[in-house]
């Protein structure tokens, strides 16, 4: 389990990241920061098109920005949008996070400063895995 000061941590970098969200069409702004084993951070907003099938969630802008620099190893996930509800992440997302990290703590938070803490294989029990 993550201390709270980790946890405190990774809300405000993920608030932070949600800044600089590109949603001009929802109008839903996500931000989200990735916790490696090691502890580094990696950030993501998501990213919106008019060809709304080349949207990017928030959570896989983070996890490919990771992958992109050799990590393949995560502890945490914090995700927050400008809804006063809980953003959890999406299926596509869920499956996504969970190829590398089936214990992964996920912290779904929404714009109040209250979060809630799964397992991803709790949000996804039955992953598509090979």
Not at 20 to 40: C, Q, R
Not at 62 to 69: E, G, H, V
């Amino acid at each position: 389990m993550l201390s709270q000061t980790i946890i405190n941590e990774l809300i405000n970098k993920a608030k932070s990241a949600m800044s600089n969200s590109y949603s001009p069409y929802s109008k839903f702004a996500v931000g989200s920061v990735l916790l490696t084993e090691d502890e580094k951070i990696f950030t993501g907003c998501n990213v919106e098109n008019a060809s709304f099938g080349a949207t990017v969630c928030a959570e896989r802008v983070a996890l490919f920005n990771a992958i992109s620099k050799g990590e393949k190893n995560f502890k945490a996930i914090a995700i927050i949008s400008s809804s006063d509800d809980f953003c959890t992440p999406c299926g596509i997302c869920r499956q996504c996070l969970i190829e590398f990290s089936k214990d992964m703590l996920v912290i779904c938070c929404n714009n109040k400063g209250e979060y809630k803490l799964h397992k991803i294989n709790e949000l996804l029990p039955s992953s598509f895995l090979f």
